[in-house]
């Protein structure tokens, strides 16, 4: 079981930048692969990008390629979302989560924060 909760949302200008981090719980957190997804009003959830266990390889949306960057503290359980050149295209709610290595389905779940860009 990994209880996941997000921080850092909030309010932006256009061409602003925001970190957002992903806090898990439990011993294991290294065994998961971490994704980040975000969910505008009336759209559908969209991949923003994922990091594999171990944190050699991450991938990227392509609305995002170029301006965010995920990384991740194993030592502190913690995975980062680095948003840069933030358009309020970008404007939505920005969850985290996790799924075991060699599976494909994400199963655990933040409860999301909040990112408003202003133009």
């Known amino acids: 079981q990994v209880q996941l909760m997000e921080s850092g949302g909030g309010f932006v200008q256009a061409r602003g930048s925001l970190r957002l981090s992903c806090a898990a719980s439990?011993?294991?957190?290294?065994?998961?692969?971490m994704g980040w997804f975000r969910q505008a009003p009336g759209k559908e959830r969209e991949f923003v990008g994922g990091?594999?266990?171990?944190?050699?390889?991450?991938h990227y949306g392509d609305s995002v390629k170029g301006r965010f960057t995920i990384s991740r503290d194993n030592a502190k359980n913690t995975v980062y979302l680095q948003m840069t050149s933030l358009k309020p295209e970008d404007t939505a709610v920005y969850y985290c989560?996790?799924?075991?290595?060699?599976?494909?389905?994400?199963?655990?779940w933040g409860q999301g924060t909040q990112v408003t860009v202003s133009s």
């Open positions: 439990g011993r294991t957190f290294s065994i998961y692969n």
């Open positions: 989560a996790a799924r075991r290595k060699y599976t494909a389905d994400y199963t655990y």
């Open positions: 990091i594999t266990a171990s944190g050699g390889i991450t």
